[in-house]
């Protein structure tokens, strides 16, 4: 079945680091790929999605690439603030169903 | 525009109960999705509704149960609750068929927490 593997947290980042979390997936296909963000006590908020292969999402300074031919799409961000800080999951869906599958999530903390 | 709205936020109860949790889609959208989130981990998908049935069903006993109303809005019940059971039950709403793609997006209510004790 279909799976994403996220590298494993928490990543602590001082503030204007570069961030970059790895994200993995199985699956057959052409899976959509997401990357969500929730931040503490809140729920889920897309952060950029890619729908096909060599697609770059973007979006808040984030940036992530559909690489078909490694089945991977690394979250990047050039300069992270403290307010980044919040757990990162990525995650991919087939149409028309609109199931998504999630990764065990990434926490990141940025400090001063 | 209204987005997602679940109820209730928080609940507590204990095992052997049963609760039922409530989901109001965002404005145009047909299609409703239960996730369950434990502490730690990622959402895992419960069921799925389009037009009043259950179209898709992840790995959940049958002590999960739900229900899409004519208007859209959905509950989703749980019985014989287990202390494993506690976890964030997150709504999705979303237009059939369209799964992400051609602009659209799946969006997520804030969710219900659930302790059960």
């Known amino acids: 079945g279909d799976s994403v593997t996220q590298m494993e947290g928490p990543v602590t980042l001082s503030e204007e680091a570069f961030l970059t979390i790895n994200c993995t997936y199985t699956?057959?296909?052409?899976?959509?790929l997401f990357w969500y963000v929730q931040y503490p006590g809140e729920g889920l908020q897309l952060l950029l999605k890619a729908t096909k292969a060599d697609d770059k999402g973007s979006n808040k300074g984030f940036e992530a690439t559909y690489r078909k031919e490694t089945t991977s799409f690394h979250l990047e961000k050039g300069s992270v603030q403290v307010s980044d800080s919040a757990v990162y999951f990525c995650a991919l869906s087939r149409t028309p169903a609109s199931k998504l599958t999630f990764g065990t999530g990434t926490r990141l903390q940025v400090t001063l | 525009d209204a987005g997602v709205t679940q109820s209730p936020t928080h609940l507590i109860k204990t095992r052997g109960q049963q609760v039922t949790l409530r989901c109001s889609p965002k404005?145009?959208?047909?299609?409703v999705s239960w996730y369950q989130q434990a502490l730690g981990q990622g959402p895992q998908f419960i069921f799925q509704y389009y037009e009043e049935e259950e179209r898709q069903r992840g790995n959940f006993p049958d002590r999960f149960s739900g229900h899409q109303f004519p208007n859209y809005s959905s509950e989703l019940n749980v019985n014989a609750l287990l202390l494993g059971d506690s976890a964030l039950y997150l709504c999705?709403?979303?237009?059939f068929g369209t799964g992400g793609r051609s602009g659209n997006t799946i969006y997520f209510g804030e969710g219900s927490w659930l302790t059960v004790v």
């Open positions: 999705a709403s979303s237009l």
């Open positions: 699956a057959t296909g052409y899976p959509s």
């Open positions: 404005s145009g959208h047909d299609t």
